[in-house]
């Protein structure tokens, strides 16, 4: 009777061991195409894999497919506003046409330059993001790395690479001749459903017209992809992944704020 005792009080406590379906469900194939549409329908499974082994590289491919395309689509367009954006500023000027078409040729390349480029700048923003991530986590007593940070930065940044970058600001370019560069760009910055929409002005000062620009639909996604990521990543509680992301992303916006503030303030110029 002791022993029948002894064994039901066995089979009612938890185990910590895994079952086989659990086992079979981690060691099948979950490869890149899977962790970039699991990040969008089921971000749980997509990050409790990418924890486990943290990578980037489906991320960067992804974003460099997203650019690549949107860049093709939108290369002439956007040669065609800067030239004229250019010419009407060297015309006012004064400067002889000789020297105005150099300076239009230079614009032209670094145009297309720019265009291209727009991964590299994405990546190195992912790569500083994660340091502050990985910073913070280690300060709050997680068990942080800067690697699975870095995947978690990445990977929660997909929703707005393909929708605010990708979607939005590629239609809003193709889809009508714009007379300035700064008419396009108030226009991304209304059209991607931020503060910036309801409150934004061109009257505003620029900082504040930055910051409104920045809280849009997708980087509070982002805030909720990167709070599940951390959860697995950093293997702590969920209030301290919350914690985490809102710290990291405080010193994100101070530091992106005034550089937006700066592009946004060359446009007005």
Same mark, same amino acid.
């Given at each position: 009777m002791a022993e029948d005792k002894n064994l039901e009080k066995k089979m009612e406590e938890p185990s910590d061991e895994k079952s086989d379906e659990d086992i079979l469900e981690s060691e099948a194939p979950y490869g890149l195409m899977s962790r970039i549409i699991g990040i969008f329908i089921e971000p749980g499974k997509a990050f409790s894999r990418i924890a486990e082994k943290p990578e980037i590289w489906g991320a960067v491919l992804f974003t460099f497919f997203i650019l690549l395309v949107s860049s093709l689509l939108t290369m002439s367009k956007l040669v065609d506003l800067a030239v004229q954006t250019t010419t009407d500023m060297l015309a006012d000027k004064g400067m002889p046409t000789e020297a105005m078409e150099k300076v239009i040729t230079w614009t032209e390349w670094g145009t297309k330059f720019q265009s291209i480029s727009s991964l590299i700048t994405v990546v190195v923003i992912w *790569?500083?993001? #994660?340091?502050?991530v990985y910073i913070v986590g280690? @300060?709050? +007593?997680q068990e942080a790395n800067y690697k699975s940070s870095? #995947?978690?930065?990445?990977y929660s940044s997909l929703p707005g690479? *393909?929708?605010k970058q990708g979607i939005i600001s590629t #239609?809003?370019? @193709? !889809?009508? %001749? &714009? !007379? !300035?560069a700064t008419d396009?760009?108030?226009?991304v910055m209304r059209g991607s459903l931020s503060l910036y929409t309801l409150f934004g002005n061109t009257d505003m000062n620029a900082h504040l017209q930055a910051f409104l620009s920045m809280i %849009?639909?997708?980087?509070i996604w982002s805030i909720i992809l990167m709070v599940i990521g951390l959860k697995y990543a950093n293997r702590t509680k969920m209030s +301290?992944? &919350?914690?985490?992301? @809102?710290i990291a992303y405080i010193l994100y916006l101070a530091a992106l704020v005034p550089l937006t503030a700066m592009g946004i303030s060359k446009l007005n110029a």
């Open positions: *790569l500083i993001f #994660a340091l502050f280690l @300060i709050m +007593g870095l #995947a978690v930065v990445a690479v *393909l929708i #239609a809003m370019l @193709i !889809s009508r %001749d &714009w !007379s !300035s396009f760009q108030l226009a %849009d639909p997708f980087l +301290g992944a &919350w914690t985490t992301t @809102i």
